[in-house]
Every structure is written in C-alpha cells, then in structure tokens.
C-alpha cells in the first residue's frame, strides 16, 4: 500500500486503514490504480476528496457512494476546515501528475507550511512553468515518487519508449499485436499506435467506457477482429496464451514497462515505457524546488540520500492549533467507535427462515376475525383484549398446541409422559415426533397454577394412547390466571409447534412466511369440518 498519514495534521492520502489512520480527519485519493486503494470500498462512508475522473471511476468501479466523494477541479484552490468551529483552515491544490488519467498531486498549504504530495507521477517539463500553482513557492515537505530513484536504472522519455514501440511493430506488419497494460494508464500509447498504423485498438469494454470518457480519437472497439492491435490484461500476455495466439494467426505480444522482466516467448516484447519520473527526473523536479524535506512514497526504497545536496535548510516541526487538535482528537475516538459499529451492523449473518413474531401473530388472527370497524385499533395479546376470544381454559391449550385448538371443542392429544414421545392425531394424516415433555414447556409452580399438576387418564379403547399414561387437555381443565411472561414463552413454544405438526405435504403449497399462520389455520379449520375431524373433535 503506497500511502501516508502525514504527521502533525488531520490529512491522509491514499492511506484507507482506519484502523490505522489515529487522527487523519480529511482523505484525499491521487489515483485509481489499486496500489493506492487498497482498503478503499463500497463501505467507506466518509469525505473523499480526488479529481473529477478518479471520482466517476471510484463510484464506478468501488461502488464507493456519490455522497461522500468530493471532486476537486485540477488548477484550482479550494479551502477546507481543519477543525469543527471554522478558525483553522486550510487550501488544496490539485495539479495534473501526468501518470494515468484521472491521477494528480496535492499541494496543501496551511498552519503546518507547504506541503506537496506527488503520488505516482511522470515529470516534464510544464510542470515548473506558470500557472503553475507550485512555482515560487518554499515546500517544506515533498512526498516524492520514488519508483524509479534509482541512478542505475536509465529510462527513456516516453516519446521515445513509443518509437520504439512503433518500429518493432512495423517488423512485423501481418501480425496481430498485444499490448499488455493494467487496468488504467497508457490510453494514450494505444491512441498513437492506432493513428500511426490507420487501425482499430480493440478494448474490453469497460476500458472503452474510459476513453470515451477522456474524449480520445474514435480509433477504439470492442470488436475482435476489427484491428491488429489488441490491448489485454499485463497478465494475459505469458508463454500459453502465445502459444494459444499464434495457432490462430501470427502475433507478437508487447509489454511497455520499467520493471526488469525476463521475456517468457521469443515473441513477447519489453520496452521500458514507463508512467513514473526516471532518475534524472526526479533529480530535475527536487532540485527546481528546492523543498526542506524529502519524504519517500514508497517506503521501502529509500531515497533521501540522493537529494541532500538540493535540499532548503530551515524545516521546523509545526505547532498544532488547539481546535485542531481537538478536532484530531474528538475524530480518533469518534471514528474507532463508528467504524466497529459500522462492521457489526454489516458483519454477514446467517440467514434462515424469519417468522412473524407470536404477538403480531395473534394481533392478526383477531383482526381477521373481527369486524372491518376493529381493523385500525391496536389490540393487545393481553388482559382484557384476549378473554372474548377464548375461555381460560382453552387459552391454555392454545398455548400447547395452537394448531390443534381452532374451536372450543374436544380434542384428543396424547402425550406419552414415559416415552417422551407424542402421537397426535391430525387428518388426514398419523405421524409421531420428538417433543418435550409437558415439564419442560411449564415450570412446576407454574403447572400447579394451570392445572397441569395432576396426570389424568383417557381410558378407552384409543389406539393412539398405546397404553401409556398419558395428559388430557381438555375445555373443561381449570386455570386461575396466567402472568404476561408465561403467556409468551408458551405461545412461542406452541407456534414453533404447529409449525411441526403441520403435514409434511402441506409445505409444498408455496405459501410466504407473511400470510403462513393463517394458512395453516385455514386449513386445521377445514380439517375439523370433514368428517374425519369431526371424529377427532369427538
């Protein structure tokens, strides 16, 4: 990650670890290559500051929301507050780092001086001639690009790299050709080669999209056999795919880059065409400033060393106003505890089927059942709403077993206290299943209260009691009163429970999660008028 949270200030470029960041309030991106947005994504949800086209492309391609991302136009100064009460401010400049579209430096001026923040950039020439806003001006620190600080490494111009590019390729005029770029930069090599050669570039068409928003010549498609010329992936371009190529139609595959690569194919070209600033650049560009400190972008290539002899003496540490430093404060400890809030309430869960809750349930099931005059009032599940709809008693059993208590009437359940083990009856179909014993649905003081103390037998021929001693709910059992808190803990067991003892076919039906409850209990109601129900009631 190629980024920094500069000292003694609220600022942060291309640093997006905000767990990391300690006091970094305001956040500036350079460019959209990912070495500058790692950690940069759809979640971010604070201010963004960039240039207008690095802006479409991170909302475009991160997902990052239009309302948190600031477009800064490029040449102009903007000012921004560095506190929350208005008295410190402080004024950014943007300024064309020639490197890929969309990519430039920051001049930030303020309480702590001059500071310039390069990001990935290729030097020449214009940028230390008016209007340019750097000329004059004493920086205190330059944050350099460093990628090719090396006095070893020469590089040519990319004029130059783009000649070359030009007579290789006229080596070979019936080949195809593959350019191998990253994901953005080098538009402009593929619109030379386009209008040197009077050919179509074919694209992948997000990389179309870009360059008709940059307003290039109409040389590019997305058409495969259109043109010679083909821009691919860096990563495409290996000694398979050559092998894949060539079987079709002879081709030659073109890498313009500064790194030292070893050609995999004897086809497979490197030409040091590079977006960074060579040495001797770089070299040119510190020594017009003449800045008081020289801090690296890539940390871990020194490069300090090699620009003492051009460096201003003077630089002292800034003294950090005190509403900033407030305002420093008050964001560290805002932002640890908004960004773990932020990561539980968007931490992935486990999704299952979501039931409407037992309260809302009931409060349906009355409404459907009352006039259309009850339809706005709230009703309430307890005293006083619910005794017209049942006795006691048989609010009770309703909240053992809702699915079978659809009518005050006689119902036959079963419940096999030696075997823990329930039968129930429910036509047209028999099944058994695991259940808890009727103990573990109440406590004993609260079996006591309700009249679920003493064990009664059914007697009978009944083939479902197998024998066993068995419990008998039925309307004529007997309850003193039933608290708040019992009514829900069993009303949620009985749910749960209906939804059990519901046929098996009957889940095929396709009914939502919203209307399930009255579905079933149209269809217990049915149940009950057909002659094997009637039976059961008896």
């Known amino acids: ?55 479409h492309l991170l909302h475009r391609h991160l997902q990052v929301s239009k309302q948190w991302i600031r477009a800064l136009e490029i040449g102009e100064s903007h000012v921004l507050p560095l506190d929350e009460i208005g008295q410190e401010t402080m004024t950014v400049t943007l300024i064309d780092a020639n490197h890929c579209p969309g990519s430039v430096m920051f001049l930030f001026e303020g309480y702590f001086g001059t500071i310039l923040y390069t ?22 620190i330059l944050y350099l690009d460093n990628t090719n600080c090396n006095p070893d490494l020469v ?12 007579r290789l390729i006229r080596r070979f005029p019936q080949h195809n ?10 538009e402009s090599l593929l619109e030379q080669l386009a209008l040197e050669f009077r050919t179509w570039v074919v694209l992948s068409p997000q990389r179309l999209e870009l360059v008709q928003l940059l307003g290039l010549a109409d040389v590019f498609t997305v058409e495969e056999n259109a043109g010679r010329i083909h821009a691919v992936n860096h990563v495409e371009i ?40 060579s040495y001797s650049e770089l070299r040119t560009f510190v020594a017009a400033l003449r800045p008081c400190q020289v801090m690296p972008i890539v940390s871990q290539q020194p490069c300090g060393e090699f620009f003492q002899d051009i ?15 407030q305002y420093m404060s008050s964001s560290s400890r805002k932002t640890n505890v908004l960004w773990q809030l932020e990561r539980r309430l968007k931490r992935a869960r486990t999704q299952g089927v979501v039931f409407e809750s037992p309260e809302k ?38 909240q053992l077993f809702p699915d079978l208590c659809w009518k005050e009437c006689d119902e036959s359940v079963l419940i096999c206290d030696s075997k823990k083990m329930a039968n129930v009856l429910t036509a047209p179909l028999q099944f058994s299943v695991k259940l808890q014993p009727v103990d573990e649905f109440f406590p004993p003081e609260t079996q006591d209260e309700i009249g679920l103390g003493s064990l009664v037998s059914t007697g ?11 419990v008998w709910l039925g309307c004529g059992s007997s309850l003193s009163h039933i608290s708040k808190a019992t009514y829900l803990a069993t009303e949620s067991r009985g749910l749960a429970l209906k939804y059990l003892l519901t046929p098996m076919k009957f889940f095929q039906a396709g009914f939502s999660s919203r209307n399930f409850d009255q579905q079933v209990e149209k269809y217990q109601r049915s149940q009950c008028n057909s002659p094997v129900g009637a039976a059961l009631q008896f």
């Not at 590089?155 to 030009?166: D, G």
């Not at 409404?367 to 008693?393: F, Q, T």
Request: glycine share 6%; hydrophobic share 35%; with cysteine.
């Open 238 to 277: 290996c000694h398979s795919a050559m092998l894949q190529w060539n079987q079709t139609h002879p081709t030659i595959a073109v890498l313009p880059t500064s790194r030292r690569l070893r050609s995999p194919h004897p086809s497979i070209y490197i030409v040091p065409y590079s977006d960074h600033s």
């Open 460 to 470: 009978g021929n009944s083939s479902s009691a197998r024998g066993n001693q068995s």
């Open 119 to 140: 990001g990935d950039f290729r030097y020449t020439p214009s940028m230390l001639k008016e209007p340019t806003p750097i000329l004059g001006k004493q920086i205190d």
């Open 155 to 166: 590089l040519p111009s990319r004029q130059e790299a783009t000649r070359q590019i030009v």
């Open 361 to 398: 349930n009931a409060d349906q099931v009355k409404v459907d059942r009352d006039s259309k005059k009850h339809k706005e009032e709230n009703l309430s599940p307890w005293a006083g709403e619910l005794e017209p709809l049942c006795p006691l008693p048989l609010r009770a059993r309703k």
């Open 1 to 55: 990650m190629n980024g920094v949270v500069i000292p003694h200030t609220p600022i942060a470029v291309d640093f997006w670890s905000l767990r990391r960041a300690g006091t970094a309030r305001l956040f500036f991106l350079s460019h959209m290559h990912s070495d500058h947005t790692v950690g940069l994504s759809s979640t971010w949800a604070r201010p963004l500051y960039c240039s207008p086209i690095t802006a």
């Open 311 to 325: 460096l201003s003496p003077g630089f002292s540490l800034p003294l950090i106003p005190h509403s900033v430093q």
């Open 177 to 186: 050709v593959k350019i191998g770029l990253y994901s953005l930069g080098k």
